[in-house]
């Protein structure tokens, strides 16, 4: 030991030299920190401002071991070490591979002491996996062992995570000794350990040492001293210290303690009743008539009823909360699968766990088994498919006959978000054959679960708000419901806040107002949409300038569908499924779609033509058809395609041959969306192009885009308007008369009105960046500059299309 040191100190001398030692308090701190010292001497034991040594203890702050491992050390080592400097250890009186106190406000560790690199003399590193275990932060204090250390002949541990086993196995037990041994623990002290894949942590609770002396330690007991050994970690002696040290050995026997916490945990979580289930009355009966049956609740003889059921639907709908709220009326064992659980990397282990767990199903009937999101424990079988996959799906598909051809009182509920990923071959009869949707809510759905989900907060809203709320929330599934009063929870609780001017509102009681509510719909949107969203401008009928036909054609075929369904019912037709707009540029198309979006509030969908495309065979059609998915699922809903043309062209018209090209494809799966086998339903295609010539003619045909309109130059009125409302924020000379700039952009379109009025306020900075008006000199400027651009050839060509069309 001598010998190390003298190696130890001849290398560190230099280190040494930066450190410096209080007269007054005798504590040793780095150069650098000497003002710091100085401001506060002697430094507080519980709460420092820089590091220091005092009674050889290192009072220091954490941070992360970044470096390579030391030569011939396993990262479980690793993880067992702890990395501080040689003058450090020369101080405190530590050589390496001492064990020593790791100590935080919180936890007491024993690790093996190692030199690392003098960047900073006074660090304390730990390996990252270590400080994530403990949730290791703050202040931190070194010290060696003061105190015996006891073998351990037997330690109880209780689980600390989900994935913990309850159980002890064979190779759980082999894997605790292998890992802790020789290891020096306290009471409270976690340990993690590798198991197929996972982390498994637990904590020590209780240890027996040799000498037939048992030490039962009270877990609240223990989590005080380590708070209060933190504090007084340097007066801990031999016989004064009250952290108890326990060293496991190979022979130490570990025990997995049943604790009552597990037991309570999951009491506390949330149990959810029928009652809880807004709407879905009709699809809740129909699964109680299937469980009813599989469960022997009803008389069936000798025949035997399929066992197996499949709820699918849209993600955050309500599968899981409907199929746990109706196990636990029914009040029978249940057993949840998940795959992320029963999956292991080892060859036949997740068939071994999934055949364990129906063996335990028979074993404890009545009983009703719970496959979570079953596509992805078995998914559909295919060229990519891996053996284990395939494995398990085969044993699953074995444990479904077993269960088939037996009078077991057994059912097998299951969940998907994605019902064509789930394999044909357990969807057949015998196996999986009932398959109930639980769709979209409708408005009805909508305002039961917001009338139940509102019973459980404080609010002001009438029945009246709640019917305007629930059909403004087109589109939203039972978790985007749950979502949305989440949100407007956080806004009361803001407008408290705000109110009140104080910092916490434990004390006063929080109503949620209708206003609440109107913010939270303007932040949250359909989950469905997220990937599709888009920020539309809010644009008002009243932005655009005249144009009143075609306001009204759009309001009759996306308004009058939503607020008076009963009169196209009475009448026995359809909505329109499509609208066209052409016209030349700069006549607002996008823009009325844009205000279309704003007015209508229902959800909206811009396909833009060249993020369709691709290289790839298929994937073009897919994304198509995707969008219109995305549609239906948040129906009632507007797809907007700007410049159809270059999605819709003639076909047989393009270089690449009939059938060969992307663009033809795509076209062809559009004409499906529109006018297939597939319900379009709630969904309207509105289109705008400044060649409707050249678009195909089977998707002008009425079915598809059935109301073509014809967007012309702004005539005297619609010019008027136009310039109304750009004038209307502009400061103008009063001698500029609207009417005579009307008379004048004769042949503009309405981009070109705009610009004109752009090109005249940009005149007037030119000449003074000050300029508080513009002038009609600036306006002259501005027509002479913006020059109507439409040709008399494009007008025409409209003209022959209209009288073709029409």
């Not at 932060?137 to 250390?149: A, E, L, R, S, T």
């Amino acid at each position: 030991m001598g010998t190390l040191f003298i190696r130890m100190s001849s290398k560190s001398r230099k280190s040494l030299s930066s450190l410096i030692t209080c007269d007054k308090c005798h504590c040793t701190f780095a150069q650098k920190d000497t003002p710091l010292h100085e401001r506060n001497c002697p430094p507080s034991v519980e709460d420092w401002n820089h590091s220091f040594i005092l009674n050889d203890t290192l009072h220091s702050t954490l941070e992360i071991y970044n470096a390579e491992a030391p030569p011939n050390v396993s990262v479980r080592d690793l993880n067992d070490m702890v990395f501080i400097s040689q003058s450090v250890m020369l101080l405190c009186n530590i050589a390496i591979g001492d064990p020593v106190i790791v100590a935080t406000k919180d936890n007491i560790i024993i690790k093996t002491a190692w030199p690392t690199n003098e960047k900073s003399l006074l660090s304390v590193s730990l390996s990252k996996p270590t400080i994530a275990l403990y949730n290791l932060k703050d202040f931190i204090k070194i010290q060696n062992v003061k105190g015996d250390i006891a073998i351990a002949t037997e330690f109880t541990i209780k689980c600390a995570n989900k994935h913990a086993l309850l159980h002890l196995t064979t190779d759980l037990e082999i894997l605790l000794k292998n890992c802790n041994e020789q290891k020096i623990f306290c009471i409270g002290n976690k340990i993690s350990i590798p198991y197929y894949g996972r982390n498994l942590a637990y904590v020590i609770i209780a240890a027996t040492v040799e000498q037939n002396e048992h030490t039962s330690v009270d877990i609240k007991d223990t989590d005080n001293d380590l708070l209060c050994a933190f504090n007084r970690l340097h007066l801990t002696v031999d016989e004064g210290s009250y952290i108890k040290y326990y060293k496991a050995i190979y022979s130490t026997k570990w025990i997995i303690h049943n604790d009552v916490s597990t037991a309570e945990e999951e009491n506390r979580k949330v149990k959810y009743k029928i009652e809880d289930v807004g709407g879905y009355n009709d699809l809740i009966a129909d699964v109680k008539d299937v469980l009813d049956i599989a469960l022997g609740k009803c008389n069936i003889g000798d025949f035997f009823i399929s066992k197996g059921l499949l709820l699918y639907g849209s993600p955050g709908v309500g599968k899981s909360m409907i199929a746990n709220a109706i196990i636990s009326e029914y009040n029978v064992n249940s057993f949840n699968v998940h795959s992320s659980d029963i999956y292991s990397k080892s060859m036949g282990e997740t068939e071994k766990r999934l055949k364990e767990i129906f063996t335990e199903a028979k074993a404890k009937t009545p009983s009703i088994i719970l496959v979570e999101d079953i596509d992805t424990l078995c998914p559909k079988r295919s060229s990519s498919s891996t053996d284990q996959e395939r494995r398990v799906l085969a044993q699953l598909i074995s444990l479904f006959d077993e269960l088939q051809n037996t009078k077991d009182n057994i059912a097998v509920l299951a969940t998907t978000s994605r019902l064509e990923f789930v394999d044909i071959s357990l969807r057949r009869p015998g196996r999986i054959d009932k398959e109930l949707e639980v769709y979209v809510p409708l408005q009805s759905t909508r305002f039961e679960i917001l009338f139940k989900l509102l019973k459980k907060i404080p609010n002001t809203l009438s029945t009246e708000d709640l019917i305007n709320i629930s059909s403004s929330t087109h589109g939203f599934v039972g978790a985007d419901i749950y979502g949305l009063c989440s949100q407007a929870f956080i806004s009361a609780v803001k407008r408290q806040r705000a109110f009140d001017n104080i910092d916490s509102i434990a004390d006063n009681e929080i109503n949620v107002t209708l206003d609440d509510f109107i913010y939270a719909l303007t932040i949250t949107k359909p989950s469905a949409m997220k990937e599709v969203l888009i920020e539309v401008p809010t644009v008002k009928w009243t932005d655009i300038g005249g144009q009143r036909e075609l306001k009204l054609k759009l309001k009759q075929s996306i308004e009058w569908p939503l607020r008076h369904p009963e009169a196209f019912i009475r009448m026995g037709i359809t909505p329109p499924r499509g609208v066209l707009m052409f016209g030349p540029p700069g006549c607002s198309k996008t823009m009325i779609a844009k205000a279309l979006a704003t007015e209508s509030r229902v959800n909206f969908l811009n396909i833009r033509g060249p993020e369709l495309f691709s290289k790839w065979v298929g994937e073009s059609e897919k994304a198509v058809r995707e969008i219109f998915r995305k549609a239906r699922q948040v129906a009632p809903s507007i797809i907007f395609i700007d410049e159809i043309d270059a999605l819709g062209g003639e076909r047989g018209s393009s270089s690449g041959g009939s059938g060969s090209n992307v663009q033809e494809r795509v076209l062809a799966q559009l004409l499906t969306e529109l006018d297939g086998v597939t319900a379009l339903g709630n969904v309207t295609l509105v289109a705008a192009t400044n060649r409707p010539d050249k678009i195909d003619k089977a998707l002008l045909r009425p079915g598809r885009l059935d109301r073509i309109i014809y967007v012309p130059l702004p005539d005297y009125q619609t010019r008027q308007e136009i310039f109304e409302i750009k004038l209307r924020n502009m400061p103008i000379a009063g001698d500029i008369n609207i009417l005579d700039l009307v008379e004048v952009t004769e042949g503009y379109s309405g981009a070109e009105i705009q610009a004109i009025c752009h090109e005249a306020a940009i005149n007037a900075l030119e000449e003074d960046l000050d300029a508080a008006i513009v002038t009609k000199d600036h306006f002259k400027a501005a027509l002479s500059a913006v020059t109507p651009r439409t040709p008399a050839s494009l007008i025409n060509l409209y003209s022959d299309y209209i009288n073709k069309v029409y």
